[in-house]
Nanobody, 123 residues
Framework: QVQPVESGGGLVQAGGSLRLSCAASGRTFGNYAMGWFRQAPGKEHEFVAAITWSGSTTRYADSVKGRFTISRDNAKNTVYLQMNSLKPEDTAVYYC????????????????WGQGTQVTVSS
């Protein structure tokens, strides 16, 4: 069992960058695939990126491909989301989640969720 805790959100101008971190408690962090999702007001959870337990394979939503990078450091029980060239449409609450099954794009595939961190991109 892991408990993700996100940090690093904030307000940034369009074209800027932010790096989100997700620190997960628990000794079995390395057994979980990790994903990032986001939720804008009035919308459902949207898949952003995911990474396998080893970090060898990643996947991204088309909307962020080439701008966002997911990575992990199992020694620090932490997963990161580097966000570059941010756009106003990236504004949302960003959630980190852990999956014992896959690194898929569906929220139902993830077992443990953090509380979220707000990212606001001004135009």
């Amino acid at each position: 069992q892991v408990q993700p805790v996100e940090s690093g959100g904030g307000l940034v101008q369009a074209g800027g960058s932010l790096r989100l971190s997700c620190a997960a408690s628990g000794r079995t962090f390395g057994n979980y695939a990790m994903g990032w999702f986001r939720q804008a007001p009035g919308k459902e959870h949207e898949f952003v990126a995911a990474i396998t337990w080893s970090g060898s394979t990643t996947r991204y939503a088309d909307s962020v491909k080439g701008r966002f990078t997911i990575s992990r450091d199992n020694a620090k029980n932490t997963v990161y989301l580097q966000m570059n060239s941010l756009k106003p449409e990236d504004t949302a609450v960003y959630y980190c989640a852990a999956s014992s099954r896959s690194y898929g794009g569906g929220p139902h595939e993830y077992d443990y969720w953090g509380q979220g961190t707000q990212v606001t991109v001004s135009s």
